[in-house]
């Protein structure tokens, strides 16, 4: 999955952030049950999909493919069902780009973000994150 977001460029951009030391921290991450994909098959191939890491009651996505329209769309789309039945509160989509704009993102001021992500992280009554898939 995270070698699909690192191959599909993106308009305006040359390269990737994602080297293979930072693959190496996310397949880490992953094992330890922090990092977790949604991702989007169609006939048996990899279609879109989406990762990032999870963390109390918040949930950082860090990066986001598609092959065929719609594709991320329906990644995310599983993501905040999943993120809202186990009680998660902040969806943190990073950059605020038109795609994530289009999806119902929303910048916020610094404040208010580290206000609900101080409430998202607060140990609670929510399962544990290696719970989320």
Known sequence: MIGHCSRVPRPGQDGTWITAEMREAYVALHRAGHAHSVEAWREGELR???????LGGAFFGESMFS??????????????QRLVERGFTLLDGQLPHEGLMGYGFRT??????????????????????SSLF
């Open 48 to 54: 879109g999909g989406l990762y990032g890491v999870a």
């Open 67 to 80: 092959l065929e329209p719609e594709a991320s769309r329906a990644t995310l789309a599983a993501l905040d």
């Open 108 to 129: 916020v001021a610094r404040n208010l973000f580290l206000a609900e992500l101080e409430e998202a992280i607060r140990p609670g009554d929510r399962p544990g994150t």
